[in-house]
């Protein structure tokens, strides 16, 4: 994709996204042709939604609002002795984004979890 086409999709300036991919470039993530920047497997590998890998649902959780807003005064979480969120926020009975989380963090324990099931077959 073109710097200009990333650029107009994430409504930032060109010049910015250009400096950006460059660096992603240097450091291994993207992949540039004269004016196309691509992911480099390993990055497509974690942010291709079509990859067994892909962490754009832990990205999206650990970045909502709920999960946010727990850090946004922690100097005031620690003079209370605990979370300033309504209702306990995620200590409350039946928490509704325990479900999300569950749902999203999969891709990121996934290899976890096939490490302990190869290491439970090759112990015995």
């Known amino acids: 994709m073109a710097a200009s086409e990333l650029a107009t999709a994430c409504r930032a300036s060109e010049r910015g996204i ?3 991919c460059h660096y992603l470039t240097v450091i291994g993530l993207l992949n540039k042709s004269p004016e196309q920047y691509s992911l480099t497997p390993t990055a497509a590998a974690f942010l291709d ?36 969120l309504p209702d306990g926020g995620s200590t409350k009975v039946n928490y509704e984004p325990w479900i999300e ?22 112990s015995k």
């Open 18 to 20: 250009r400096i950006l």
């Open 49 to 84: 939604e079509n990859s067994a890998g892909y962490m754009g649902s832990v990205a999206r959780f650990i970045a909502s609002g709920e999960v946010m807003d727990t850090y946004r005064d922690v100097a005031g979480a620690v003079r209370r002795g605990g979370t300033l």
């Open 101 to 122: 989380f569950a749902e999203s963090m999969g891709p990121m324990m996934r290899p976890v979890a096939i490490f302990f099931d190869f290491s439970v077959i090759y």
